[in-house]
């Protein structure tokens, strides 16, 4: 069973690039998110969808853009990238917010960005 | 503003039982949650409460206070796999969670 899926596991950026992170889940959730992790921090949510073709911003959207064109992936893209950036990103998928909630999460995504 | 509060770091011995706590201040309340997070892997799911009382689920139990803003996680006859980070998260009034810093677990022999 793959579950929730991210690529790339690793990347490092210079300043000014862009680059895309794919997340994809095969258990048909309605729901997906994308959080960053950053030490001595909580997780924090930078966008989310609730369904295919919607996306909503998180607590920290600054920098980040999404997008959901279909139900299973969601794509989180950095226009232009800056050191505070360096990240661990996590990609997580729901059924929906009115069951426990239980978030299924990837495995991560390390970003450097020099 | 929403704040979760756990304690950074806690050892414990193995065989031994370890109480982890989480007090909240949040807009609303629709659940907390516990997870499980080993270094450099996904966080991943624990536990549920959101009643009064307490959950048990093998060696794992949550405990919850909606009146004290409070949880805990109890882990039993601990393992040296159970070293790890556990994160408390809430679900606030627009069911968006509101996550805690984590707590970190060392398991000594």
């Known amino acids: 069973n793959a579950g929730v899926t991210q690529t790339p596991k690793f990347r490092v950026l210079k300043t000014g690039q862009s680059m895309t992170l794919l997340c994809a889940q095969d258990?048909?959730?309605?729901?997906m998110y994308w959080y960053r992790q950053d030490p001595g921090m909580g997780l924090r949510l930078i966008h989310y969808s609730v369904g295919e073709g919607t996306t909503a911003k998180g607590e920290v959207p600054d920098g980040y853009n999404v997008s959901r064109l279909k139900k299973q992936n969601f794509l989180l893209g950095l226009e232009s990238a800056a050191p505070s950036q360096t990240s661990v990103y996590f990609c997580?998928?729901?059924?929906?917010?009115?069951?426990?909630?239980?978030?299924?999460f990837g495995e991560g995504s390390r970003l450097t960005v020099l | 503003g929403q704040n979760i509060d756990q304690p950074t770091e806690m050892t414990a011995t193995e065989g031994a039982i370890v109480q982890i706590n989480c007090t909240y201040q949040t807009s609303g309340f629709n659940g907390l949650f516990w997870y499980q997070q080993h270094a450099g892997e996904a966080p991943t799911f624990l536990s549920y409460n959101v009643l009064d009382g307490l959950e048990e689920k093998g060696r794992f139990s949550s405990f919850l206070s909606r009146s004290k803003g409070y949880s805990y996680l109890l882990l039993k006859e601990l393992q040296m796999k159970d070293s790890a980070s556990y994160l408390c998260?809430?679900?606030?009034?627009?069911?968006?969670?509101?996550w805690g810093a984590g707590t970190k677990l060392i398991i000594k022999p």
């Open positions: 998260a809430v679900r606030d009034s627009n069911y968006q969670l509101i």
């Open positions: 997580a998928s729901s059924p929906g917010q009115w069951d426990t909630g239980e978030l299924f």
């Open positions: 258990m048909n959730h309605e729901y």
